[in-house]
């Protein structure tokens, strides 16, 4: 009998309304808080439904919103007391705009959070427990009226199942069984769950699985902060991520970051610390779908920086594979169009060492297998932003390198040579660089020439300095000029030539041709039969089939 009059009595709106008046009172006035609740009906079984659930910020705008909310009391007595202890709750139709206004230092949350911290006047901390909750139609949003662009965060569409749902003070923890949602840049995640955690100074998604219709994305993610830091995310937030074997599509990258290329897929595990404006990947281990693979790690500064801030990345390479196409892909924009496109001759590679890159030099030192041969090299460059402006210096050392293919000159092959380097251009009409070192072997015109020394600069389709030959079909030394223009060589030079067999050099048909003496050149031409100029010879002597013929000075 008793049970009917109280059922009969928690029927009545007027009964309802004044429980749900007496429960937000309780919370608003021991807290500091604005929520309110337009009507509760609740049944004798501890069912409740809370219709229009309103919580308003600081600046009296909407912070949480709920159409409906059901659920059923576990401790009757608690919710009177302010309390909130549910078994079941199901929410409809939410709204939660989180804002950080122009001038202000926290958000909204963060102020609502801050009236349920134990340091506040309340003589108790607030309690919100939940044992399983389901959110459906929801639109969760993120502002920041200080930005130029105030919309962080913006999903909508978002339907979520909760379990062991725990406020208690500022401190929340539960698990996500599952979420979907739909961001206002375009990527719809599809499902996502993990064991969240929040407090004022940490945000933790531990075993978190995170799947859209081409991405599988598995971490462990912890964003330390301290408060006012989300006013400026990507300089102070820090980062603390451990990325277990996952695959990734460039496409849902792109909604966020569009200096990708498009359908790409990487297999990806590593570890990342630090704000997205100095980001630290240590263990990566990357793989595409076209078989570049990155293994090592990689540090980002100002990535995601404001035209004053430049770009800026440090990369320990225990092995990089790829190819000039496929590395333009992988990397940022801001990486691949900087690059020389005479990489592209290189075909597929791999590299060993450390490169450090800005948006207008190159730092490397590093070991390089190409499909023309090996590089290895330290050296720095500059101006790589305007790349026919490009300067260079530093060492390189080539083993069976393709050079005439690199070049696309058909007289030169392979090189293999150590030679120190200073000057800049890449290509034929800019190329101007010192060259100092030892070539081991060089292939030109059909020969391979053997032990030369080089001391001097070329710039093509000149060379102007020294060089020592120690070959067994040449000895010589020369100082001069070398005009190697396809159309017609000019030769400005004086050699003394201890040995040189024209024939085993294939510069003369001839089955013997032997030329000795100590020379000054002055002519041009591409070949004996064309050549026109003054030639200045003393001690000369050459041999051929027939005889010898030493020659007087003249």
Known sequence: ????????????????????KHFTNSINKDFGTNISIDAVRLSVFGGVKFKNVLILDHHKDTLIFSKIVNTNILEGKKILDGDLIFGYVRLDGVLFKIKLYKNEKQTNLDQFVNAFDSDK???????????????TDAHFSVIDENKETPVDINFTKLNTTLSNFLLYGPDLKTKIVEMSFLDHRGVYVKNMSSDFTYSKKKIQFSNLDLS???????????LNYKSGDFSHFTDKV???????????????????????GKNQFFKINADLKGPLNNLNIRNLNLADSNNTRINGRIVFKNLFGD???KFYMNGDFNRMSSSYDNLVTILPNIVGKKLPKELKKLGRFTVVGNSQLSSSAIDADFSMVTELG????????????????ASYMGNIVLEDFDLGSLLERKDLGKITMNIDIDGKGFTEKYLNTALKGDVTKIDFNSYTYTNVVVNGNFKNPNYKGQITINDPNLSMNFDGLLDLTNKENKYDFHIDVENANLNKLKLVKDSVS??????????????????????????TSYQNGKDTYNFDDF
């Open 212 to 222: 859209t219709k081409e991405s599988n994305f598995k971490a462990n993610v912890i």
């Open 307 to 309: 035209a004053n801030q």
């Open 1 to 20: 009998m008793l049970l009917l009059v109280l059922g009969i009595a928690l029927s009545i709106p007027y009964v309802q309304t004044k429980i749900a």
């Open 121 to 135: 006047p309340s003589t108790r901390k607030f309690l919100l427990k939940v044992d399983n909750a389901s959110i």
């Open 238 to 260: 820090s980062f603390d991520v451990k990325i277990k074997p996952s695959k990734i599509a460039t496409n849902d990258i792109r909604h966020f970051y569009d200096e990708l």
């Open 374 to 389: 090996i590089v290895k090299s330290f050296f720095k460059m500059k101006s790589i932003d305007f790349i026919d402006e």
């Open 514 to 539: 032997v030329f000795k003496g100590d020379v000054v050149v002055q002519v041009t031409g591409n070949s004996i039969e064309n050549l026109q100029g003054n030639v200045y010879i003393k001690k």
